[in-house]
């Protein structure tokens, strides 16, 4: 079978290897689709915290289920699977927070994942496709990051709501934020993703920094409030640090994107305000169930923003275009037949 390797930063490789074995406990799937993620370009890019090359990428997927002993499903099933394989023991693990275990294995970064035409995996993670379709399935996991991120914060209808960074993960916080009824304000220095965000998603406003005081617009949208909740989708050092001087008095700071470096902020102004700093990383399987939830009924419709696509025997040649800014991508797709 064909996958596609990162050998190093800067460097995919296209190879063939036989199909992997099934074990007791887990289950043969065929690829359909693959979301290219953050992770996967911080990865190429050789900035990704918690890594090694050479390592196949790819956990946003949708799969068929071709065989296994899985309760309840059959051979041609539409899947998808959570894909943080945790350990079951450490105190994260014994509280339920299966996302932050201690000995975590996320699938396509911490061990090979999805780039392949087959893969296999414990069937504990397996999700039932539901009546989606591989296109919303390759979605889940994104959108269950960005609803994790929106519980961690407990947004109400009563906040207001700065999502820094409009990726693909920042319009899922948007999407989840606006569906708690909040007041959600899009910062990004890509005109064409705050468009987007303000004509498919109806953010109340945006904001860019590259041509606006950012302070003095959230003083201007908020009455001199300030956010009660920022988000950062960001993964820049830069932006995050700025961002605690937009947090309002009581508010909540909370870190969806990765970097590798350290955060500085005034510790007067932060305690000051009583405000809170929290991470959010991954999500749970009840992140996975809601997302799927909210799909079904028609609350998100992700295809919206699928820009761009590509089989997986042209992944390498296309991967460089969607990367470049200039390109206007939000979310692009590998397929498979």
């Given at each position: 079978?064909?996958?596609?390797?990162?050998?190093?930063?800067?460097?995919?490789?296209?190879?063939?290897?036989?199909?992997?074995?099934?074990?007791?406990?887990?289950?043969?799937?065929k690829i359909r689709k693959i979301g290219v993620c953050g992770t996967d370009i911080h990865a190429?890019?050789?900035?990704?915290?918690?890594?090694?090359?050479?390592?196949?990428?790819?956990?946003?997927?949708?799969?068929?289920?071709?065989?296994?002993?899985?309760?309840?499903?059959?051979?041609?099933?539409?899947?998808?699977?959570?894909?943080?394989?945790?350990?079951?023991?450490?105190?994260?693990?014994?509280?339920?927070?299966?996302?932050?275990?201690?000995?975590?294995?996320?699938?396509?970064?911490?061990?090979?994942?999805?780039?392949?035409?087959?893969?296999?995996?414990?069937?504990?993670?397996?999700?039932?496709?539901?009546?989606?379709?591989?296109?919303?399935?390759?979605?889940?996991?994104?959108?269950?990051?960005?609803?994790?991120?929106?519980?961690?914060?407990?947004?109400?209808?009563?906040?207001?709501?700065?999502?820094?960074?409009?990726?693909?993960?920042?319009?899922?916080?948007?999407?989840?934020?606006?569906?708690?009824?909040?007041?959600?304000?899009?910062?990004?220095?890509?005109?064409?993703?705050?468009?987007?965000?303000?004509?498919?998603?109806?953010?109340?406003?945006?904001?860019?920094?590259?041509?606006?005081?950012?302070?003095?617009?959230?003083?201007?949208?908020?009455?001199?409030?300030?956010?009660?909740?920022?988000?950062?989708?960001?993964?820049?050092?830069?932006?995050?640090?700025?961002?605690?001087?937009?947090?309002?008095?009581?508010?909540?700071?909370?870190?969806?994107?990765?970097?590798?470096?350290?955060?500085?902020?005034?510790?007067?102004?932060?305690?000051?305000r009583e405000s809170t700093l929290m991470s959010s990383r991954n999500a749970t399987k009840d992140?996975?169930?809601?997302?799927?939830?909210?799909?079904?009924?028609?609350?998100?419709?992700?295809?919206?923003?699928?820009?761009?696509?590509?089989?997986?025997?042209?992944?390498?040649?296309?991967?460089?275009?969607?990367?470049?800014?200039?390109?206007?991508?939000?979310?692009?797709?590998?397929?498979?037949?």
């Amino acid at each position: 079978m064909k996958y596609i390797v990162c050998e190093k930063p800067h460097q995919f490789e296209l190879k063939d290897k036989p199909m992997p074995v099934r074990k007791d406990g887990e289950v043969l799937l065929k690829i359909r689709k693959i979301g290219v993620c953050g992770t996967d370009i911080h990865a190429f890019g050789g900035t990704q915290p918690y890594f090694e090359y050479p390592r196949i990428l790819g956990h946003e997927l949708a799969a068929e289920y071709i065989e296994g002993e899985a309760e309840g499903y059959k051979p041609g099933d539409k899947v998808t699977f959570i894909p943080y394989f945790h350990c079951g023991e450490c105190v994260a693990c014994r509280n339920g927070l299966t996302n932050c275990c201690a000995k975590i294995k996320v699938f396509g970064v911490h061990i090979d994942g999805g780039m392949a035409e087959y893969i296999t995996i414990p069937e504990q993670y397996l999700l039932q496709g539901g009546g989606l379709d591989y296109d919303q399935l390759a979605l889940v996991e994104p959108l269950a990051i960005a609803a994790h991120g929106v519980r961690r914060a407990v947004v109400n209808s009563n906040d207001t709501v700065l999502v820094m960074g409009a990726g693909p993960i920042g319009i899922g916080l948007i999407q989840f934020a606006k569906i708690a009824g909040a007041k959600v304000i899009a910062m990004d220095i890509n005109e064409y993703r705050l468009r987007f965000c303000k004509e498919e998603l109806h953010v109340d406003a945006t904001i860019n920094p590259a041509n606006e005081d950012v302070t003095a617009r959230l003083m201007e949208i908020t009455n001199g409030d300030m956010p009660t909740v920022v988000i950062d989708a960001t993964g820049n050092r830069n932006v995050m640090n700025s961002a605690f001087n937009y947090i309002a008095h009581g508010g909540r700071f909370v870190l969806v994107g990765l970097q590798k470096g350290e955060l500085s902020f005034s510790h007067p102004d932060f305690h000051k305000r009583e405000s809170t700093l929290m991470s959010s990383r991954n999500a749970t399987k009840d992140d996975f169930l809601y997302v799927m939830e909210c799909l079904k009924n028609g609350k998100i419709d992700p295809k919206k923003y699928i820009t761009h696509r590509a089989p997986f025997t042209e992944m390498i040649t296309e991967f460089e275009k969607w990367i470049n800014p200039k390109n206007n991508v939000i979310k692009a797709l590998i397929e498979l037949d």
